[in-house]
């Protein structure tokens, strides 16, 4: 069982800069790959970036590429997501997922997911 708490989000100016972070609990963190999602209002549940378990290779999706950096410290359970040069389109919930699979952009290969935090992104 793994539980994740997400925190960071807020308020920001567009162009401007946050750092989300997800802890974990359990003792398995480093065995699992990690995901950040976002939802808008009345959209769909998309894939923003994964990292693996253990060899820390990214993925990004193509909207946030350059952008965002995907980061994980096994050590202290956490993942990150560095977010530079935000839009108001990354406006969103953002949810960080564990997933003992192969890092995917599929939500449904993920095991468990936080409960996310809010992104505003004024223009």
């Known amino acids: 069982q793994v539980q994740l708490v997400e925190s960071g989000g807020g308020l920001v100016q567009a162009g401007g800069s946050l750092r989300l972070s997800c802890a974990a609990s359990?003792?398995?963190?480093?065995?699992?790959?990690m995901g950040w999602f976002r939802q808008a209002p009345g959209k769909e549940r998309e894939f923003v970036a994964a990292?693996?378990?253990?060899?820390?290779?990214?993925f990004y999706a193509d909207s946030v590429k350059g952008r965002f950096t995907i980061s994980r410290d096994n050590a202290q359970n956490t993942v990150y997501l560095q977010m530079n040069s935000l839009k108001p389109e990354d406006a969103a919930v953002y949810y960080c997922a564990a997933s003992s699979q192969v890092p995917t952009g599929t939500p449904s290969r993920y095991d468990y997911w936080g409960q996310g935090t809010q992104v505003t992104v004024a223009s």
């Open positions: 990292v693996t378990a253990r060899s820390g290779r990214t």
């Open positions: 359990g003792r398995t963190f480093s065995t699992y790959a």
